[in-house]
């Protein structure tokens, strides 16, 4: 590496933004934190800010603005607020590889902003290509910027992708743990609790991605992603369910060959292929044992019990802003879940309802994107008003 790379970490104070700064620690002689951002959590922004000492620091949520600056004014840290801020710290001109690692939606007005201004991305916000990749590729195709995946998954597909001609892949195999509820049968599902959904059995993760995994819905929308990043067809990707979550995906090839990428569920591990741009570094990370290859198991998905997964298809069916629509009405969902005001088993509900009444467009703009999500949420906002659980 002929410099040091600048990062700008946008989701820092999130479970993939600070994995992401124990990587750039433990290298300080090949990468440098530029700017980080955070939706709300002032404290641990200003702790990770003290310590990395990037230029600047932005809060989106513009109230705690305050808070912020007086927590950093006594360290030169430059400090913003607000969405647009987020925006203009994905393009200064100083750094090098912005990783989105915001939740949900939050995270492509951002990730566009990085790509106009010619900067490579770790992109570990996969609703960036869900809501919008058909719109994030068209200005890929005139950017110098390129992706690099941080999703475990789409990770692995990568580097069973390196050397490999494009044409010869006759599908990708994305594997999924199951979730929570992988053994649970129909009735117990549908008595769910939302402390349930969030009992992850492998993965460490923030609440809103735990959820979509126990719903599945974050598989569905790797299929979605991957159909961007890679240029698959619809039915050359597939979702099979690997509960020890040692193989993080699969590349069949034409010619009935396989590949398959293993490690342990670390995120620390596709986060440092990802700034690295594919370069393989030591950084004494937990190692994969033969005796964890001592039993790998496969299943089909059960749509019937994750109706969820079977959006995936829909979405890439139907086009359009189909995937935006599904996205906006899960944030919701799931953000009401969290609340406590709906089961767990209404949130596919609230994204059939809300898919049911939201005027479809067929070639969105950006502009287009952002109202489609706004009169989504709208719809499913009152869709679980008029329906909440007692």
Known sequence: MSHIKNIAVLGATGSIGSQALDIIRRAPDRYAVSALAAGSNVQALAQAAIECR???????????????AAALRPYGIETAAGAEALEAAAAMPEVDTVLTATVGY???????????????????????????????????????????????????????LQGEDISSVRRLVITASGGPFRTWTAEQMARATVDDALHHPNWHMGAKITIDSATMLNKAFEIIEAHWLFGMRPD???AVVHPQSIIHSMVEFVDGAMKAQLGVPDMRLPIAYALGERTRIDYDLPRLTLEQLSELTFAEPDLER????????????????????????????????????????????????????????????????????AEARAIAAEYISSHQSH
């Open 106 to 160: 939050s995270g492509l007005a951002p990730t566009i902003a990085a790509i106009k201004a010619g900067k490579d991305i770790a992109l570990a916000n996969k609703e960036t290509l869900v809501v919008a990749g058909e719109l994030v590729n068209g200005l890929l195709a005139h950017s110098p910027s390129r992706i690099y995946p941080v999703d475990s998954e789409h990770s692995a597909i990568d580097q069973c």
């Open 306 to 373: 994750f109706p969820c997964l079977g959006l995936a298809y829909r979405a890439l069916e139907q086009k359009g802003n189909t995937a935006c629509v599904i996205n906006a009405a899960n944030e919701v969902a799931v953000a009401a879940l969290l609340r406590r005001q709906i089961k767990y088993a209404d949130i596919y509900r609230v994204i059939y309802a809300t898919l049911e009444r939201a005027q479809r467009v067929e070639s969105p703009t950006y502009d287009d994107y952002v109202q489609s999500n």
């Open 236 to 238: 050359q990707i597939t």
């Open 54 to 68: 990037p230029r600047l620091a932005v809060i989106a949520d513009e109230s705690k603005h305050a808070e912020l």
